[in-house]
């Protein structure tokens, strides 16, 4: 296939944060997509030692950063002798992001240990393609300030978000009424509610629409993520979470919308493959040629659409509630599912127990109304904590 006519002269140079998990790797299917157009300057990973190495040989950046500490002295020793700097930990992960030879940060840590990064990297005035959304729902605050002090860029990489970014392309931000972010509705949206808390963790990591990473399918079996992803729509957009929906559509084709003063909606729509929304946040404000999977129109049955419900997924209205306490409950909220979903997929917690262990933490923690990021560390540590050690008065499960 012959390079696209608007593919650069210059290749974009690439920072990965996050590079062994679920978007770092599609992020690298981009880049074998293009060679020509991007370079890798730095891949960050965390306990997967082996893939990092692969990628590290097979792409060879100019620095390669490790946090855990035994994968940071495999990785160290397997890529001595070579010319990549091997660098250690958060500090060497917010360095990385912040090299003047980045043009690019792609923000794929999972949870709050992608917060710093990407302050690090806004503060350089980088471009950052943001799939990391619990930095925007733990600190929004602080990367708004940041935008604004250093003049760089965020560009959403979750599929909901960068729909609703290009319905906004050539719009005017005044025009805007409301958000409508869609939600696959998780594995267990038709499930009886009263066989909740049997569910198993192998049941609740088969998503029906999307391949992702562990912590993220929980997520969305909760429907936790689409809370989360709605506080990520207020810091990307400017709107307020009364002007923010939220709407069951299971297919997962149309990926959001915007509905605008004048009564029209704007939807964008394809195959659920998060390698459309990473390269574009890549290519933007360019469209690259790329053979992604066309949307078959013969073959799409339906598009069918549900409220929420909110009584059978508790997270949901846990995220609206700390979105509008606002300060440092979104960080608390966000520590405490952190928590709940690792104790649930190690077999302590029932599903039906981690909103209550997180609703717990948000009654619990309370904090400054403009925490400092030190206010929110500390906040974040003692959810973490709370929500360890929490144990929720259990009912016999039911067998009916
Ligand atoms: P994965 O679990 O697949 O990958 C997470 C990455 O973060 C891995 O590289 C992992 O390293 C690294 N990591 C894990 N813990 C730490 C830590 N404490 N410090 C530094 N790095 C760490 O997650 P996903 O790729 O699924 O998700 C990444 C982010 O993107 C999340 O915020 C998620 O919400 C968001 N997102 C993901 C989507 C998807 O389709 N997967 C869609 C939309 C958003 P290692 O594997 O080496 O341990
Ligand atoms: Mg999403």
Same mark, same amino acid.
């Given at each position: 296939?012959?390079p696209?006519?608007?593919?650069?002269?210059?290749?974009?140079?690439?920072?990965?944060?996050?590079?062994?998990?679920?978007?770092?790797?599609?992020?690298?299917?981009i880049?074998?997509?293009?060679?020509?157009?991007f370079?890798?300057?730095?891949?960050?990973?965390?306990?997967?030692?082996e893939?990092?190495?692969?990628q590290?040989?097979?792409?060879?950046?100019?620095?390669v950063?490790?946090?855990?500490?035994?994968?940071?002295?495999?990785?160290?020793?397997a890529?001595?002798?070579?010319?990549?700097?091997?660098?250690?930990?958060?500090? @060497?992960?917010?360095? /990385?992001? $912040?090299?003047?030879?980045?043009? !690019? =940060?792609?923000?794929?840590? *999972?949870? &709050? +240990?992608?917060?710093?990064?990407?302050?690090?990297?806004?503060?350089? @005035?980088?471009?950052? /393609?943001? $799939?990391?959304?619990?930095?925007? !729902? =733990?600190?929004?605050?602080? *990367?708004? &300030? +940041?935008?604004a002090?250093?003049?760089?860029?965020?560009?959403?990489?979750?599929?909901?978000h960068?729909?609703i970014?290009?319905?906004?392309?050539?719009?005017?931000?005044?025009? *805007?009424?409301?958000?409508i972010?869609?939600?696959?509705?998780?594995?267990?949206?038709?499930?009886?509610?009263?066989?909740?808390?049997?569910i198993?963790?192998?049941?609740?990591?088969?998503?029906?629409?999307?391949?992702?990473?562990?912590?993220?399918?929980i997520?969305?079996?909760?429907?936790?993520?689409?809370?989360l992803?709605?506080m990520?729509?207020?810091?990307?957009?400017?709107?307020?979470?009364?002007?923010?929906?939220?709407?069951?559509?299971?297919q997962?084709?149309?990926?959001?919308?915007?509905?605008?003063?004048?009564?029209?909606?704007?939807?964008?729509?394809?195959?659920?493959?998060?390698?459309?929304?990473i390269?574009?946040?890549?290519?933007?404000?360019?469209?690259?040629?790329?053979?992604?999977?066309?949307?078959?129109?013969?073959?799409?049955a339906?598009?069918?659409f549900?409220p929420?419900?909110?009584?059978?997924f508790?997270?949901?209205?846990?995220a609206y509630?700390?979105?509008?306490?606002?300060?440092?409950?979104?960080?608390?909220?966000?520590?405490?599912?952190?928590?709940?979903?690792?104790?649930?997929?190690?077999?302590?917690?029932?599903?039906?127990?981690?909103p209550?262990?997180?609703g717990?933490?948000?009654?619990?923690?309370?904090?400054?109304?403009?925490?400092?990021?030190?206010?929110?560390?500390?906040?974040?540590s003692?959810?973490?904590?709370?929500?360890?050690?929490?144990?929720p008065?259990?009912?016999?499960?039911?067998?009916?």
């Amino acid at each position: 296939m012959p390079p696209p006519a608007d593919v650069p002269d210059e290749p974009r140079r690439l920072a990965i944060l996050g590079a062994t998990g679920s978007i770092g790797t599609q992020t690298l299917d981009i880049v074998r997509l293009f060679p020509d157009a991007f370079e890798v300057e730095v891949l960050s990973g965390h306990r997967n030692a082996e893939r990092l190495i692969a990628q590290a040989r097979a792409f060879e950046p100019t620095h390669v950063v490790v946090t855990d500490d035994a994968a940071y002295v495999t990785v160290r020793d397997a890529l001595a002798g070579t010319a990549i700097q091997v660098t250690y930990g958060q500090d @060497g992960l917010c360095e /990385a992001a $912040a090299l003047p030879t980045v043009d !690019v =940060v792609v923000a794929a840590v *999972v949870g &709050a +240990a992608g917060m710093r990064s990407v302050l690090a990297a806004l503060e350089a @005035g980088k471009t950052v /393609a943001l $799939a990391n959304k619990e930095a925007l !729902v =733990v600190a929004g605050h602080l *990367v708004e &300030a +940041a935008l604004a002090a250093h003049g760089g860029t965020l560009i959403p990489v979750d599929s909901e978000h960068s729909a609703i970014f290009q319905c906004l392309q050539g719009e005017p931000p005044a025009a *805007v009424e409301r958000l409508i972010l869609t939600a696959s509705g998780g594995p267990f949206r038709m499930r009886p509610r009263h066989t909740f808390a049997d569910i198993k963790p192998e049941e609740a990591l088969n998503h029906p629409n999307w391949s992702m990473g562990a912590k993220i399918t929980i997520d969305s079996a909760t429907l936790m993520n689409k809370g989360l992803e709605v506080m990520e729509a207020r810091w990307l957009f400017g709107v307020g979470p009364d002007a923010i929906d939220v709407v069951v559509h299971p297919q997962s084709i149309i990926h959001s919308m915007v509905t605008f003063h004048d009564g029209s909606t704007k939807a964008q729509l394809g195959v659920p493959d998060m390698k459309v929304p990473i390269q574009y946040a890549l290519t933007y404000p360019e469209r690259w040629e790329a053979p992604h999977e066309r949307l078959d129109w013969g073959q799409v049955a339906g598009l069918d659409f549900e409220p929420p419900d909110r009584e059978a997924f508790g997270c949901l209205p846990l995220a609206y509630e700390a979105l509008r306490l606002g300060g440092v409950a979104p960080a608390v909220l966000n520590a405490a599912n952190e928590v709940a979903v690792a104790r649930f997929l190690a077999g302590t917690l029932r599903f039906t127990e981690i909103p209550e262990v997180i609703g717990y933490a948000l009654k619990t923690i309370t904090g400054p109304a403009q925490p400092s990021l030190e206010n929110l560390i500390e906040r974040d540590s003692m959810a973490r904590r709370v929500a360890q050690e929490h144990q929720p008065r259990r009912v016999p499960l039911t067998n009916c």
